[in-house]
T-cell receptor, first 114, second 115 residues
């Protein structure tokens, strides 16, 4: 079975500051890893995904994440926060088999201060 | 492509009433999923389907039923609504194409309140 831990429920940064959202996973086999973003009153949108190719993955809106097997981590970063980045962010893990279901973390709300 | 669509967007039910949440996708995806999202709890899988005529329980199936008669549609049925089913419900779909890495595409959600 796989699981995801997102420590903390809320992160607040100033506009222009570094964004770092942490995600640690547990999986019995090499996983697929995902970051999704949810803007208020909307569905989830894929930011980026790791599927066992390059360990540094670039996504939309300037976000990127690095898969570190030794640390079982997949932290999400963005060099400079923008007001429009305020949203809820979910990390998710799945096994690499066909139709392996996603297991989501509890989510982190990102606030961006002017 | 419209992607994944869900209706209704909002609904208020009385305890004991029943309703069906509709979900459709036009991407010819084999796999479809229903989740519920509660504050601070992330998404929990209710039911999923690997193809027409095949469904299976997820993590929190009690109080819900599903059917999958076509590739496109995956309705979720609540038979006797209870306050504990107040939540936001998301439908998602994914391709069996392994190169997509199990990426799921989500609908906009249905916000359900049971009073």
């Amino acid at each position: 079975a796989q699981s995801v831990t997102q420590l903390g429920s809320h992160v607040s940064v100033s506009e222009g500051a570094l964004v770092l959202l942490r995600c640690n996973y547990s999986s019995s086999v090499p996983p697929y890893l995902f970051w999704y973003v949810q803007y208020p009153n909307q569905g989830l949108q894929l930011l980026l995904k790791y599927t066992s190719a390059a360990t540094l993955v670039k996504g939309i809106n300037g976000f990127e994440a690095e898969f570190k097997k030794s640390e079982t981590s997949f932290h999400l970063t963005k060099p400079s926060a923008h007001m429009s980045d305020a949203a809820e962010y979910f990390c998710a893990v799945s096994l690499t088999g066909a139709n392996s279901k996603l297991t989501f973390g509890k989510g982190i709300t990102l606030s961006v201060r002017p | 492509n419209a992607g994944v669509t869900q209706t209704p967007k909002f609904r208020i039910l009385k305890i004991g009433q029943s309703m069906t949440l509709q979900c459709a996708q036009d991407m010819n995806h084999n796999y479809m999923y229903w989740y519920r999202q509660d504050p601070g709890m992330g998404l929990k899988l209710i039911y999923y389907s690997v193809g027409a005529g095949i469904t299976d329980k997820g993590e929190v199936p009690n109080g819900y039923n599903v059917s999958r008669s076509t590739t496109e549609d995956f309705p979720l049925r609540l038979e006797l609504a209870a306050p504990s089913q107040t939540s936001v419900y998301f439908c998602a779909s994914s391709s069996r194409d392994r190169s997509r890495g199990n990426e799921q595409f989500f609908g906009p959600g249905t916000r359900l309140t049971v009073l």
